[in-house]
């Protein structure tokens, strides 16, 4: 299993440019979420799935979009990047349906917002 | 709401040192408690769990004991490595959800 899989791993962008963040994992978890972390915060819950359609908002989800059209994909849609979403992004996953099931997480994404 | 609070770092320490990392949470029911850490350049991986009042998660040397009564899962390591130099993050899992509350991770370093 590759687990859970992110592209691209760096990535520079202008002010007011768009980009998709690529999340998969291969093992059948119905729950995938995303983070951001930045110093002094730890990790912040931006938008999460609990299965194919279903999306919902985390803490932070303003200025992210997501879709959840197979159990696969997760992507992070950013429509017009700001520098205050400077960051390094991560994709997790896990089993739903008890709390002691842990979560995997993708080796992240550095976003660079200029 | 549910929230996790740790001790800030960093937390530097000679090799062999024994070692305490603070962690007290806030949740209503019964949540699980996790322990993550973070590598240089890498994802977050777990280190361990726990899932009930009174039970101890151990892995690779560390371990926590969840204590209901005063709410904490502090992580101990009787001897640290140069290798053990990371960051490390508490969080919980509410009963009632999937989602995960992080703290806000405390970095370790460890020298020769």
């Known amino acids: 299993n590759a687990g859970v899989t992110q592209t691209p791993k760096f990535q520079v962008l202008k002010t007011g440019q768009s980009m998709t963040l690529q999340c998969a994992q291969d093992m059948n978890h119905e729950y995938m979420s995303w983070y951001r972390q930045d110093p002094g915060m730890g990790l912040r819950l931006i938008h999460y799935s609990v299965g194919a359609g279903i999306t919902d908002q985390g803490e932070v989800p303003n200025g992210y979009n997501v879709s959840r059209s197979t159990t696969e994909d997760f992507p992070l849609r950013l429509l017009s990047a700001a520098p205050s979403q400077t960051s390094v992004y991560f994709c997790a996953s896990s089993r739903t349906s008890g709390s002691s099931y842990e979560q995997y997480f993708g080796p992240g994404t550095r976003l660079t917002v200029t | 709401g549910d929230s996790v609070t740790q001790m800030e770092g960093p937390v530097t320490l000679s090799e062999e040192a024994f070692l305490t990392i603070n962690c007290t949470y806030t949740a209503t029911g019964y949540p699980s408690l996790f322990w993550y850490v973070q590598y240089p350049g890498e994802g977050l991986q777990l280190l361990l769990k726990a899932t009930k009042a009174d039970d101890k998660g151990s892995n690779k040397g560390f371990e926590a004991t969840y204590r209901k009564e005063t709410t904490s899962f502090h992580l101990e390591k009787g001897s640290v490595q140069v290798s053990d130099s990371a960051v490390y993050f508490c969080?919980?899992?509410?009963?009632?959800?999937?989602?995960?509350?992080f703290g806000t991770g405390t970095r370790l370093q460890v020298f020769p």
């Open positions: 969080a919980l899992r509410s009963y009632n959800t999937d989602k995960l509350i």
